[in-house]
């Protein structure tokens, strides 16, 4: 027999079972809404999201974990909060969660082992529905002793045999832009804050200067400096200078990021030179500022809006919100080159 829904507003809701006995459904339906289940119809969920609104009523997701129901709370870890694509990755798996009735519980780590441990530890205890790595620095036992049976999606590991996974294809980033700077002629290379410490970028570098029959001893310079990592814009100045001094500089520049690209170009400008006439600058990250640069910056759009999207489909799969299973899922992205005014030809001094 079909109940009724009360005309009446209760004095209280203080439970999903109360709610249902205002609105007149099951307890189960009602839960199954508020957890975003994709079997509930829109119209149901859409009705029982504005009674919530009304009467004032808002899940304790505390006792809901104590009790063992899903709290709708995804704990989210990462690192480097000064990075300005961290902080679109961070803004765009919020409104993700968002849309999908999940919330996020986001903790900063300090990009070393011991505090993303820390971290995990805290979510376990803390009984959240799921867990977002973006670029984790564990090795595959410690995920797998930490986590255990856990749900989590991983955003760029370290670790690239750690499933489900999305990654930037990286390899394919640094093809790109070896590709398009020897097309422009250039021969003599040189890095802007990252050597073959970072893995993911370097054996994309190399091998694609190889394929070109280039010689990374020869054709290669690295410039970093002792006290690296904060790839700010005045790190970019510093690197510049260092790049400068150099007895023989490379004509072409490949930068860590778009700040260090930034601050790299503005102190070649204040030394005299002018680009892309004498050096040619690549960045990384397609950030805002590098459209707004004199000259633009030539650059690698990660593209960030699908890689979270994908992470963040895998998230409802593990959930059960969405259909198909994550499980032994990886997905690489493919990174797009953004040519603007920072590249150019190579110089005369170049050739050989």
């Not at 109360?18 to 509930?40: C, F, K, M, Q």
């Not at 990374?216 to 005045?234: K, R, T």
């Amino acid at each position: 027999m079909k109940k009724t829904a009360s005309k009446t507003k209760p004095t209280k809701v203080v439970s999903t079972l109360s709610l249902a006995r205002y609105l007149g459904l099951s307890e189960w339906t009602v839960s199954r809404a508020i957890n975003g289940h994709p079997e509930v119809k829109a119209a149901t969920r859409e009705r029982i999201l504005q009674a919530m609104k009304d009467v004032g009523f808002r899940p304790n997701p505390v006792a809901r974990g104590l009790s063992g129901k899903a709290m709708g709370i995804v704990g989210v870890c990462f690192g480097n909060a000064n990075s300005g694509i961290m902080i679109d990755k961070i803004t765009l798996l919020d409104e993700f969660l968002r849309r999908h009735q999940l919330r996020g519980m986001l903790s900063i780590s300090t990009r070393d082992e011991e505090s993303e441990l820390r971290i995990l530890s805290d979510f376990l205890h803390l009984r959240v529905d799921a867990i977002v790595l973006i670029q984790s620095v564990l090795s595959t036992n410690q995920l797998r002793d930490t986590l255990g049976d856990a749900l989590c999606v991983h955003v760029d590991p370290s670790i690239q045999d750690i499933f489900p996974r999305v990654s930037l294809d990286r390899k394919r980033a640094m093809h790109l832009i070896v590709n398009h700077l020897v097309e422009l002629g250039h021969r003599s290379l040189g890095t802007l804050g990252f050597s073959s410490t970072h893995r993911w970028r370097w054996e994309g570098l190399v091998q694609s200067l190889c394929e070109h029959g280039l010689s990374p001893e020869e054709n290669l310079q690295v410039f970093e400096l002792e006290d690296y990592g904060a790839e700010s814009y005045l790190e970019g100045i510093q690197l510049a200078k260092r790049a400068l001094a150099a007895k023989k500089p490379p004509t072409a520049f490949i930068a860590m990021n778009d700040r260090i690209a930034a601050g790299a170009m503005q102190e070649m400008r204040d030394a005299g030179f002018r680009i892309p006439e004498d050096f040619s600058v690549v960045g990384f990250d397609n950030l805002t500022v590098g459209r707004h640069l004199r000259p633009m910056l030539t650059t690698i759009d990660q593209q960030t809006q699908l890689m979270i999207s994908h992470a963040g489909q895998m998230l409802l799969e593990q959930l059960g919100k969405a259909s198909g299973s994550s499980l032994g899922k990886s997905v690489n992205v493919e990174p797009r080159l953004i040519v603007r005014e920072s590249t150019g030809p190579a110089p005369k001094r170049s050739k050989r």
